[in-house]
């Protein structure tokens, strides 16, 4: 054989053999972090302020993983723009699972179907881990509208078209979305007031400067307790024990309406399965304690749970629904 061509066979083998060694360390090396995984702290961010639901719920969750994963976990509130900087900023951070962070309803469903821009795309960008929890959301009036029943709003509503108004907390809100979905439902005419935050929307509904309020249970629930405001509805599977004379939205065949707030923790795309199945597994272990269930229930939260791809389904479910909204009633925002 002629010396240069037994010289290229013998640098082509040593190529190989290169490659070869160097795609099995790669893949040993990643093996071995994610079977090392975690080994540092991991941060929870949470894109709203503290002291919400969100906040309340993410806290909750971050020192039960701190205690079954073993390792720090901090929580680090990014709040800005409805909860859109924050969920930015995880679907942004690396891939490698020690960035994760709470996703909402408001931030995997309603921003994407409101917004063109809201600086991610949940599918492309955002990893699913779990549910955590779900929480119904109410209507409630102002205790001198002189009605007592969902039957008799509708029918003041169609009696005096553009004359009765809701409250929320902006435009592309839960709150928002749900008076429109409520127009949508009853075929009423009721007029929008949008606020800065659910707090000045509450208030001016408790004054009886505005009539009706779409909400999260928890923040309306003390002034329906207190006398402040009257419950027509809810969206809980069953009537609740703190509301047990208030119907639920789908006793009253009020299908669209009939959805509640979720609270999950996502990551960004391109983490390992290996590692989102780790979180996932940790979350469902502090799920199950019984201490956790207690504080989620003292925030009107109903522990749910499941694996990576019941909270994808849910995600899903819930954008068509608020896109169907988004679009029936032409909200759009740059």
């Known amino acids: 054989m002629p010396r240069l061509l037994l010289h290229r066979r013998i640098v082509a083998a040593a190529g190989a053999i290169l490659l070869v060694t160097a795609f099995s360390f790669t893949m040993h ?9 975690p080994a540092r702290p991991i941060t929870v961010v949470v894109p709203f302020p ?3 639901s969100t906040d309340v719920i993410g806290r909750l969750v971050a020192e039960g993983l701190r205690q079954v994963l073993g390792v720090p976990v901090i929580v680090d509130n990014r709040a800005g723009a409805g909860g859109m900087l924050g969920t930015a900023a995880i679907a942004r951070s690396q891939p490698d699972g020690y960035t994760i962070g709470m996703g909402t309803v408001s931030t995997l469903a309603i921003n994407p179907a409101v917004y063109k821009s809201p600086g991610y795309n949940v599918l492309a960008d955002l990893a ?6 779900e929480v119904p959301n109410i209507i409630t009036v102002n205790p001198d509208l002189p009605v007592r029943s969902m039957e008799e709003l ?4 169609r009696a005096q078209p553009g004359k009765l108004a809701y409250a929320s907390a902006g435009v592309g809100s839960v709150s928002h979305l749900m008076g429109e979905q409520f127009k949508l439902a009853t075929r009423t005419d009721i007029l929008h ?3 800065r935050g659910v707090g000045p929307a509450l208030n001016d509904v408790v004054g009886g400067q505005v009539q009706i309020m779409f909400d999260n249970l928890p923040t309306s629930l003390p002034l329906v307790q207190g006398g402040k405001l009257r419950a027509l509805a809810v969206s809980s599977p069953k009537r609740l024990d703190v509301l047990p004379d208030v119907p639920t939205f789908a006793e009253l065949n009020l299908v669209e309406l009939d959805w509640m707030a979720f609270f999950g923790l996502v990551a960004p795309s391109g983490v390992p399965a290996p590692v989102i199945d780790r979180v996932n597994k940790a979350m469902e272990q502090v799920l199950s304690r019984p201490e956790i269930r207690e504080k989620l229930g003292a925030q009107q939260a109903i522990v749910v749970g499941g694996s990576s791809d019941r909270f994808k389904a849910a995600i899903s479910r819930e954008f068509e629904r608020q896109h169907r909204a988004v679009q029936a009633v032409g909200i759009k925002m740059d």
């Not at 699913?128 to 929890?133: E, K, M, R, S």
């Open 154 to 157: 509708v029918q003041l509503a």
């Open 193 to 195: 007031i949008p606020y």
């Open 29 to 37: 090396s990643r093996a071995g972090a994610q079977d090392s995984y």
């Open 50 to 52: 503290a002291g919400g």
């Open 128 to 133: 699913p881990i779990g549910l955590i929890a």
